[in-house]
């Protein structure tokens, strides 16, 4: 592949793409100027290496990965930056904390949701988030179809006990309500 023909498929991809990749970004990293950091570092990664970019709609799954593995290399520093800043964040946690009725039922599905492996909140988000099926998530991730169906499975599972060990309760029209509250 020429310059050209790179630069020409590489900005097709962009544009097709970037929206997507964007939001994926936006929802897993904890500020937008992290965010744009995520896509900033995985589009110059496609770019380096556009002649590894595959045909069609299996780019889209390419970036999905590159923007995972960006993502999880952005946690592990981002890790390693708050770690000498436990204390503080629990500080101002305690002083800026909303603690107001839905907000707290909230924060609770969320501290759960938080609590669950980093494989099981990347599975359940790529589904409720990114909405993708198990055949594209299959290929983002390199599974097959039935792994991912067993994995998502697993995962849901685990996500629902969390909840209910939480007190958190399912009513038939799929809402949650705390436990102890009636609708």
Not at 95 to 102: A, P, Q, R
Request: proline share 2%; glycine share 6%; net charge negative.
């Amino acid at each position: 592949m020429d310059d050209d023909d790179g630069a020409a498929r590489f900005e097709a991809v962009y544009r097709e793409t970037f929206d997507q990749i964007a939001a994926y970004a936006a929802r897993r990293c904890d500020s937008p100027q992290d965010a744009a950091d995520v896509v900033a570092e995985t589009y110059a990664i496609a770019w380096r290496r556009v002649a590894d970019l595959p045909p069609g709609q299996e780019a889209k799954l390419w970036l999905y990965g590159v923007a995972r593995k960006v993502l999880a290399d952005h946690r592990r520093s981002t890790a390693r930056q708050r770690l000498s800043s436990v204390e503080l964040d629990t500080e101002l946690a305690d002083l800026y904390g909303d603690h107001s009725g839905s907000s707290v039922e909230l924060n609770v599905i969320g501290t759960v949701f938080r609590g669950l492996s980093d494989d099981d909140r990347e599975l359940l988000s790529l589904v409720a988030w990114e909405g993708l099926g198990r055949d594209e998530i299959a290929a983002m991730l390199g599974l097959s179809r039935n792994a991912v169906r067993i994995r998502l499975y697993r995962a849901r599972r685990r996500f629902s006990r969390a909840l209910d060990e939480a007190g958190v309760l399912f009513t038939t029209a799929s809402r949650m309500i705390p436990a102890g509250r009636s609708s």
